[in-house]
T-cell receptor
Framework: GAVVSQHPSRVICKSGTSVKIECRSL??????MFWYRQFPKQSLMLMAT?????????EQGVEKDKFLINHASLTLSTLTVTSAHPEDSSFYIC?????????????FGPGTRLTVL | DQQVKQNSPSLSVQEGRISILNCDYT??????FLWYKKYPAEGPTFLIS?????DKNEDGRFTVFLNKSAKHLSLHIVPSQPGDSAVYFC????????????FGQGTRLTINP
């Protein structure tokens, strides 16, 4: 149980285009979903927290107009990287907390490797 | 400001021996700590956690120790197995932190046959 999927797993795009990444909780309702970014050999950095039906809360330094987050249902959150640039190339990972689950336990998706040319 | 630090980027251990991964934190508001295991190009998977009201939690081969006065926690794996080779992240959160996790930089553990 507690499986989180991400799609796509890998995407290559041209500079200036927008890319949408989906995060789904497959067998549970996620009260909260989180989006992280990981650069090579670095830690996971939290980008934003989203709750179903409300606006995402962004971490300091993360541009909300560039990284659009939509949490339309209790099982789906999307991250859209708008006007992507090469410096946005990274590994993007989402996680979800389970309604009624263990305090603070987050279940992570497999990640999406974004490469911007 | 790195609130959670894993000062050893890598660790190499012989199969069957004990692996000890360390983690230090600076924020005294943290009250819940977790360890995650991560393979390349995959998301982290939860291993074990500990609340600040405890100083030890054990689950099979994995034991986490918490020393609040030193703001230090460690993960012990015994006996170590080749499948344990991965990157291990410690993470911390606070009751007031809306379930947000703060991660350390990770330690790459390699188990040698």
């Amino acid at each position: 149980g507690a499986v989180v999927s991400q799609h796509p797993s890998r995407v290559i795009c041209k500079s200036g285009t927008s890319v949408k990444i989906e995060c789904r909780s497959l067998d549970f309702q996620a009260t909260t979903m989180f989006w992280y970014r990981q650069f090579p050999k670095q830690s996971l950095m939290l980008m934003a927290t989203s709750n179903e039906g409300s606006k995402a809360t962004y971490e300091q330094g993360v541009e909300k107009d560039k990284f659009l987050i939509n949490h339309a249902s209790l099982t789906l959150s999307t991250l859209t990287v708008t006007s992507a640039h090469p410096e946005d190339s990274s590994f993007y990972i989402c996680s979800a907390t389970q309604r009624g689950g263990v305090y603070n336990e987050q279940f992570f998706g497999p990640g999406t490797r974004l490469t911007v040319l | 400001d790195q609130q959670v630090k894993q000062n050893s980027p890598s660790l190499s251990v012989q199969e069957g021996r004990i692996s000890i991964l360390n983690c230090d934190y600076t924020n005294s508001m943290f009250d819940y700590f977790l360890w995650y295991k991560k393979y390349p190009a995959e998301g982290p998977t939860f291993l074990i956690s500990i609340s600040s009201i405890k100083d030890k939690n054990e689950d099979g081969r994995f034991t986490v120790f918490l020393n609040k006065s030193a703001k230090h926690l460690s993960l012990h794996i015994v006996p170590s197995q080749p499948g344990d080779s991965a990157v291990y992240f410690c993470a911390a959160s606070a009751v007031q932190g809306a379930q947000k996790l703060v991660f350390g930089q990770g330690t790459r553990l390699t188990i040698n046959p």
